[in-house]
């Protein structure tokens, strides 16, 4: 939930590619069909999150990673001031880019800028969770099978 504005921001892995992040609305249709109706008995990993296509009136995405994936999980919202001009991003965690990314929205809700927290960048595996806490700080956890770990980031310098 994004402090302050009501929105539900979630956070969709792509099948190999287009991961998303997208503002959940009551009965709003995303164009997620891997099934293509009903006509394919596989999951069909070709078919776009957000098909426009098939779904012209489907809700966009507010971001995207397009041909790429960084197979996106769990996302929270920023908020203490000991984190600076970066109150209020997104962080979202990524499987396989090993890393955090950084989201700034706008006031549309409309993603427009991604940047990364570099000293989460490789050093700790796959990126599996990421939930602020009551302290403001964020927590993570690691996917990498063994030795996974809780880390704890309180601020950008952290």
Known sequence: MQP????LFITEHGPYVDDEINILR????????PSRGGTEKRY?????????????DAVP???????DTEAICGSAFISGTQWGD??????VAALKGAK?????VDPNGTVTEVGQLPQLDGNYGRLRAVRAGSDDALYLT???GDDDKVLRVASASA
């Open 86 to 91: 970066m109150q209020g991003l997104l962080a």
């Open 142 to 144: 690691t996917s990498n």
């Open 100 to 104: 955090l990314l950084l989201m700034r």
């Open 26 to 33: 009551p009965g709003a249709n995303y164009g997620w069909d």
């Open 4 to 7: 302050g504005t009501g929105r």
């Open 61 to 67: 995405a507010v971001w995207s990673s397009g041909r």
């Open 44 to 56: 069909d990993e070709s078919v776009p999150m957000t098909d426009l296509q098939r779904f012209p």
